[in-house]
C-alpha cells in the first residue's frame, strides 16, 4: 500500500492489522480532503465554500445496532440493561471481516485527540473509507500539533467502513448495520452507515468508559466561561437548546456537547461543533449560521437550491440536518478547551406538555434525581409516528453513551456539586400556557434573561417559591421578565386542566425513576415529586 501524509513512522497502519493495496491517506487537510471528496463524488461544494454530503438511509444514529463487546475484563462494569453485548467471539470474526473489506481500498487516516486536558487525553486513530468523513471528524476531534504526530501511538483505533454488510448470524449483529465497540482493546468497529455522526459519539463512548475510573465525570453537555472565569455547564438532550444558549457572546464558548470535570476544572472532549442546521437562521443563531458560509464546514443531508445555496428550512431527507466545524470558526470560542470548576450547573429540558417553570434552584440531591431522569419532550412532528407530545427520559442526560450504571456518574456529580459549591438550575425551554399545539414556545428572550441573572449570581438572592409539584425553588420576580410565565399554573387559561398534565408528569417521573431507586440515598429518593392540588 503506498502511504501519503504525515504519520508516525513506528505506528502505520499495520499496527492496526490493516493492510491494503489502495492508497492510505495520513493527516490530509481540508484542502486535501475537499479534492478526494469531490473528485471520488461523495460530496458537492455549496455556494458559500462548504461542503454538503449526504448519508443515506441513516441519517441519524443507530442505538439498535450498537454493541459492547462482553469480556471478563470489562464485564462487572457495563450497565448491560442499556448496552447490547457482542461476544468476543463474533467481535472477532466482524474484525477480521472489516480487515478483509478493507484490503482493496482507499483509506483514510485522522491521529487525533479527544480531550484537552493533558492528563485525560485520549488518543485515537480514525480510518475511514469516505474522504468527507476524514474532514468530519479532523474537525469535530482535537488536532495534534504537527511535532505530536511523529510520536503518536494510538490508544482507540475505529475503523468506519460504510459499504461493509454485518451478516447477523456470522456477527451477532442486530441488522447489516453495526458498530461494536471493544473497550478492552480500544477498537470500535462502524458498518453499513454513512452517518458521521457514529464516530464522535463512539469516541465519546469510550471517554464515559475510561474516566470514571481516574474519577473524573464524563459529561453530555455545553459549557462556557464568562470574564471573571465562572464557568457554567449546560446539560440537555437535543432539541433543549445546548448549543444555542451556550453561544452567549458575553462568555467564552469551551465546547457544545462533551466534556470532563476533573481536578483542575473542566476540559472539552473536542475540538470542533456538530451543530443542528433545521431552520437555522442568521437572526437567531448568527454564530452558528456563519459557520455554514466558512470552507472547511461539512454539511450533512442540508438541501441545496439550483444554485448550490444551503435551504435550512427544508427538512425533507431528515429533520436532523447538521453542520461540522472546527470551533475556531466561532468568533468566542476557547483556544484551550479548558476552563475552572464550574460555579452554575444548568440543566435543560423542552416540556412540551407545558408543566415546569422557566427555570428553578435545585438542591444538590435534587440536581442528582432529575440528572438520572434526564427529562425532555419530543414533539410533534419531529420524529415518524409522534402526533402528539411524548415524554423522554434519558439518564445522565446521554443513556446511548453510557457504558457504566448511570449511579456511577450520578454519585461522581454530585460529589463534585458539593466540593465545589456549585449553584445548579432547572431551566425549561420549551411549552408555556398549555402544552404543544395549544400554548407557546418558551421566549427565548426571557430564557436568556434567565440564565444571564442565574450565571452573574443576582438570581440567586431573588424571592423564591417552592413547587407544589416537584419541590424545587422557583423565583417570585426576575428584572426584566415577565412574571405571569415564572408560574406556569397561572398561564393556564384552565388551572384545572393544568393540574390533571402536572399530575400526568409527576407519575411519568416517579414510573422512570423506580430503576434507580437501590442506587441513591434518602435524600435523592426525597426529592421526587409528589403532586399536590395547588391552591385556586
Known amino acids: 500500500m503506498k502511504e501519503i501524509g504525515k504519520r508516525n513512522p513506528d505506528c502505520g497502519l499495520e499496527a492496526c492489522g490493516i493492510?491494503?493495496?489502495?492508497?492510505?491517506?495520513?493527516?490530509?487537510?481540508?484542502?486535501?480532503?475537499?479534492?478526494?471528496?469531490?473528485?471520488?463524488?461523495?460530496?458537492?461544494?455549496?455556494?458559500?465554500?462548504?461542503?454538503?454530503?449526504?448519508?443515506?438511509?441513516?441519517?441519524?444514529?443507530?442505538?439498535?445496532?450498537?454493541?459492547?463487546?462482553?469480556?471478563?475484563k470489562v464485564d462487572a462494569d457495563i450497565?448491560?440493561?442499556?448496552?447490547?453485548?457482542?461476544?468476543?467471539?463474533?467481535?472477532?470474526?466482524?474484525?477480521?471481516?472489516?480487515?478483509?473489506?478493507?484490503?482493496?481500498?482507499d483509506l483514510f487516516v485522522q491521529d487525533l485527540i479527544g480531550g484537552a486536558d493533558a492528563g485525560q487525553r485520549l488518543n485515537a486513530r480514525v480510518v475511514t473509507e469516505f474522504a468527507w468523513h476524514s474532514l468530519f471528524i479532523r474537525n469535530l476531534l482535537i488536532r495534534p500539533a504537527a511535532d505530536e504526530l511523529s510520536g503518536f501511538v494510538p490508544g482507540l483505533t475505529i475503523i468506519?467502513?460504510?459499504?461493509?454488510?454485518?451478516?447477523?448470524?456470522?456477527?451477532?449483529?442486530?441488522?447489516?448495520?453495526?458498530?461494536?465497540?471493544?473497550?478492552?482493546?480500544?477498537?470500535?468497529?462502524?458498518?453499513?452507515?454513512?452517518?458521521?455522526?457514529?464516530?464522535?459519539?463512539?469516541?465519546?463512548?469510550?471517554?464515559?468508559?475510561?474516566?470514571?475510573?481516574?474519577?473524573?465525570?464524563?459529561?453530555?453537555?455545553?459549557?462556557?466561561?464568562?470574564?471573571?472565569?465562572?464557568?457554567?455547564?449546560?446539560?440537555g438532550l437535543s432539541g433543549t437548546g445546548k448549543t444555542t444558549l451556550s453561544a452567549d457572546p458575553s462568555r467564552t464558548l469551551i465546547g457544545d456537547d462533551e466534556h470532563g470535570w476533573g481536578p483542575d476544572g473542566i476540559f472539552n472532549f473536542e475540538g470542533g461543533c456538530y451543530a443542528k442546521t433545521i431552520r437555522l437562521s442568521a437572526e437567531a443563531e448568527p454564530e452558528i449560521f456563519a459557520t455554514t458560509k466558512r470552507f472547511g464546514t461539512v454539511l450533512e443531508n442540508v438541501v441545496l437550491d439550483a444554485e448550490r445555496r444551503p435551504d435550512f428550512d427544508d427538512g425533507s431527507l431528515t429533520e436532523n440536518t447538521r453542520c461540522a466545524y472546527p470551533l475556531d470558526f466561532i468568533p468566542n470560542?476557547?483556544?484551550?478547551?479548558?476552563?475552572?470548576?464550574?460555579?452554575?450547573?444548568?440543566?435543560?429540558?423542552?416540556?412540551?406538555?407545558?408543566?415546569?417553570?422557566?427555570?428553578?434552584?435545585?438542591?444538590?440531591?435534587?440536581?442528582?434525581?432529575?440528572?438520572?431522569?434526564?427529562?425532555?419532550?419530543?414533539?410533534?412532528?419531529?420524529?415518524?409516528?409522534?402526533?402528539?407530545?411524548?415524554?423522554?427520559?434519558?439518564?445522565?442526560?446521554?443513556?446511548?453513551?453510557?457504558?457504566?450504571?448511570?449511579?456511577?456518574?450520578?454519585?461522581?456529580?454530585?460529589?463534585?456539586?458539593?466540593?465545589?459549591?456549585?449553584?445548579?438550575?432547572?431551566?425549561?425551554?420549551g411549552w408555556?400556557?398549555?402544552?404543544f399545539g395549544t400554548g407557546k414556545r418558551m421566549p427565548i428572550r426571557a430564557t436568556r434573561a434567565l440564565l444571564a441573572a442565574a450565571l452573574d449570581g443576582s438570581l440567586a438572592r431573588a424571592e423564591f417559591r417552592t413547587d407544589p409539584n416537584f419541590g424545587f425553588a422557583v423565583p417570585v420576580a426576575v428584572p426584566g421578565v415577565d412574571t405571569a410565565i415564572l408560574d406556569p399554573r397561572s398561564t393556564?387559561?384552565?388551572?384545572?386542566?393544568?393540574?390533571?398534565?402536572?399530575?400526568?408528569?409527576?407519575?411519568?417521573?416517579?414510573?422512570?425513576f423506580e430503576k434507580f431507586e437501590g442506587h441513591v440515598d434518602s435524600h435523592v429518593s426525597a426529592s421526587a415529586p409528589r403532586f399536590q392540588e395547588a391552591a385556586e
Open 333 to 429: 470560542a476557547s483556544a484551550t478547551g479548558q476552563a475552572g470548576h464550574p460555579k452554575n450547573i444548568i440543566m435543560l429540558t423542552a416540556d412540551a406538555f407545558g408543566v415546569m417553570p422557566p427555570i428553578a434552584r435545585l438542591t444538590p440531591a435534587q440536581a442528582m434525581y432529575h440528572f438520572l431522569s434526564g427529562y425532555t419532550a419530543k414533539v410533534a412532528g419531529t420524529e415518524r409516528g409522534v402526533t402528539e407530545p411524548e415524554a423522554t427520559f434519558s439518564t445522565c442526560f446521554g443513556a446511548p453513551f453510557m457504558p457504566r450504571h448511570p449511579s456511577e456518574y450520578g454519585n461522581l456529580l454530585r460529589d463534585l456539586i458539593a466540593r465545589h459549591g456549585v449553584d445548579c438550575w432547572l431551566v425549561n425551554t
Open 79 to 105: 450497565w448491560w440493561d442499556n448496552n447490547a453485548a457482542m461476544d468476543s467471539g463474533a467481535f472477532e470474526r466482524l474484525h477480521a471481516d472489516f480487515l478483509a473489506h478493507a484490503a482493496d481500498k
Open 19 to 72: 493492510v491494503t493495496s489502495g492508497n492510505v491517506h495520513f493527516n490530509l487537510g481540508a484542502a486535501q480532503l475537499y479534492e478526494e471528496s469531490m473528485r471520488r463524488g461523495e460530496a458537492r461544494l455549496t455556494a458559500d465554500g462548504a461542503l454538503v454530503a449526504y448519508t443515506g438511509q441513516h441519517t441519524g444514529r443507530s442505538p439498535k445496532d450498537k454493541f459492547v463487546v462482553r469480556d471478563g
Open 432 to 435: 408555556t400556557g398549555g402544552a
Open 492 to 512: 393556564w387559561s384552565d388551572p384545572a386542566a393544568y393540574d390533571r398534565q402536572a399530575r400526568r408528569i409527576v407519575g411519568m417521573f416517579l414510573k422512570n
Open 160 to 235: 468506519d467502513l460504510p459499504s461493509f454488510r454485518a451478516d447477523p448470524a456470522r456477527h451477532g449483529s442486530r441488522t447489516e448495520t453495526v458498530i461494536a465497540v471493544d473497550l478492552s482493546r480500544g477498537i470500535v468497529l462502524i458498518g453499513g452507515s454513512a452517518y458521521a455522526g457514529e464516530m464522535k459519539k463512539s469516541v465519546f463512548t469510550v471517554l464515559n468508559y475510561i474516566l470514571p475510573g481516574r474519577g473524573v465525570m464524563p459529561m453530555h453537555c455545553s459549557a462556557n466561561v464568562g470574564p471573571a472565569g465562572d464557568s457554567a455547564v449546560f446539560f
